[in-house]
């Protein structure tokens, strides 16, 4: 019987290891599927958030800093043009905006795992995401650009603030569109364990499509916001 348990102990191991590792790559993959660089002339958006929070609410905080860290370093060497500083820069925002929710999600007593935990967990990740890659703004980007920290408090409300609230705000909205459906799908095929996961089912109702429609409204009100500052049509994501 304790071989037995041993055993299964050991498997769940790998399987949240595979897990993992599965959900590093389909973040890194999102870079070459939707990232667009130089808004604003080195801002850089993608949905890799959205893939690594979904995996720091099914495992913990802490597997969202670490995936971030993993996925902002192979950003670097790869895909990005702005080295450690912009790496630092993702990796930060991708950190701070996942183990929010993960840790709101798991953690946070009455609410955990519930729909309402979620909506909270997400609600805390812009917020505090938006402010604290503010702050780091204030420090990295003067050395990046070479500018002085006044040219950077003057770019805050015309091109910083919109583009981080719209970013975080559309990876939140695609967060709540797919993770339930994705943990329910794990959970059944054996890959989660319930400890790991919500206990309710994932069944199709008008509450369900309700969250889905609505996260779809406010993603693709994002999308058109996005599009319309990076054409020039109002002042947005200028400096």
């Known amino acids: 019987m304790n071989s037995e348990k041993y055993l299964e102990k050991h498997l769940e191991k790998i399987r949240r290891l595979c897990l993992i590792s599965l959900?590093?790559?389909?973040?890194?993959?999102?870079?070459?599927?939707?990232?667009?660089?130089?808004?604003g002339g080195f801002l850089t958006f993608d949905l890799k958030d959205a893939v690594i929070t979904v995996a720091a609410m099914l495992f913990g905080p802490?597997?969202?800093?670490?995936?971030?860290?993993?996925?902002a370093l192979l950003e670097m060497i790869t895909v990005s043009g702005t080295g450690p500083l912009g790496?630092?820069?993702?990796?930060?925002?991708?950190?701070?905006?996942?183990?929010?929710?993960g840790?709101?999600?798991?953690?946070?007593?009455?609410?955990?795992?519930?729909?309402?935990g979620a909506l909270a967990g997400l609600a805390s990740s812009v917020v505090i995401g938006v402010i604290?890659?503010?702050?780091?703004?204030?420090?990295?980007?003067p050395i990046y650009n070479k500018m002085p920290v006044s040219a950077v408090v003057n770019m805050i409300l015309p091109l910083l603030l919109p583009f981080n609230l719209i970013k975080t705000v559309l990876n939140a909205s695609v967060v709540m569109m797919i993770y339930k459906p994705i943990s329910t799908v794990l959970r059944k095929s054996r890959f989660l364990?319930?400890?790991?996961?919500?206990?309710?089912?994932?069944r199709f109702s008008g509450k369900t499509?309700?969250?889905?429609?609505?996260?779809a409204a406010v993603a693709a009100a994002c999308v058109v916001l996005l599009i319309l500052g990076m054409n020039g049509t109002f002042t947005l994501f200028k400096k």
């Open 132 to 141: 604290s890659i503010l702050c780091l703004n204030l420090v990295i980007t």
């Open 209 to 215: 499509l309700a969250v889905f429609l609505a996260s």
């Open 193 to 202: 364990s319930l400890s790991q996961n919500e206990t309710a089912p994932y």
């Open 103 to 116: 840790a709101v999600y798991n953690y946070m007593p009455k609410i955990k795992r519930t729909f309402r």
């Open 87 to 101: 790496a630092l820069m993702n990796f930060a925002s991708t950190a701070v905006f996942s183990s929010c929710a």
């Open 23 to 39: 959900f590093a790559a389909v973040a890194y993959l999102t870079l070459f599927v939707f990232r667009i660089a130089g808004i």
């Open 62 to 71: 802490l597997t969202g800093v670490g995936l971030s860290f993993l996925v």
